[in-house]
């Protein structure tokens, strides 16, 4: 999360603002302060119009976080992890934790985003009609909450993944024909589709005089694309690993420290002698934790001959396990989600190896290269 602020948790989910939303808050605020408001009510003073963009920016940011609120209320309803929402340059997104199993549970997910944006559009909508007459600046800030919430339900209704649209179509195929695969494969063909059709509008208002319009369409054309692509790409994954079990892949002939070593003989003995980042850290055959070469990084040099490596390393309360029999893409994937190179592989408190995040990447190279599979 290094290019994003954390903002508090709601639910237990953690929310995060990326710094590119500054762009869009600028853009939105003078957008409207500068030519919305001054064209709804041409005698309100500037001032007052730059402070009703700026609230209506705070609220159209809220609208977005509602909307990815909803998606994330349904996915914890329906027994989904939801780690944390993201509001960045393109609107928000709501890390699900995995794929879901069930097309209805994918439909109920996805939809619910864009029907509180239009819940939200639709009330905005009444408050402006009904003070429409007695406050007409006021009434101006809903009239735009109005349209930009049914505007948000409409671009995320486009039937191409990974935006909710072509969720609710991924889910329907799915739903149709059993067939996961071919559902995802239609859903991020026609993300493709939409996200070249978007550039070319984009292409066509640039030469019709609309620049930074044509500039914005193209640039959302282009992110749609490559959040199409890599969503594919995620399931062909997915699919080379799907027989495939930790233990197929897990090391076994790893070595262990102990917890009083100093952080200095752990480079010495160990990483460097080894050429490995991480090591088991056990007593008495018991796992204690897991330490790697990050976690020496945190110690300064000067202090390796005197830190034991008990001090570093990530205790085994914290400590994220597989089983020998788990699946490598769900192995994967929780290494992934967590930034972790290495996970022990556990059976009835017993360690049976260790699963590195390179040596799945390495099968899977392996695998594209012979052309085998996926
Ligand atoms: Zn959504």
Redesign the pocket.
Known sequence: MGDAWRLGSILGIELYIDKSWLIIFALVTWTLAAHYFPAQNPSTPPFFNWALGIIASLLFFASVLA??LG?SIVALKQGEQVRHITLFIFGGLAQIGGEPDKPLKEFLIAVV??LTSIAIGIISGAAWWIIRESSPSFASLFRYLGIINIALACF?LIPGFPL?GGRILRALIWGLTKNFRLATRVASFSGKVVAVLLIFWGIRLIFSGLTLNGVWTIFIGWFLYNAALNSYRHLMIKDALREVRVENLMITNFETVSEEMSIQQLVDDYILRHRDRGFLVTRDGLVQGIVCLHDVKKIPREQWHTTPVRDIMVPKDQLENVSPRDDASVALEKLTAKSIHQVPVMEENRVMGILRRNDILSYLQLHTDLGTKG
Do not use: F, S, V
């Open positions: 909307h990815e998606h985003g864009p995320n909710d």
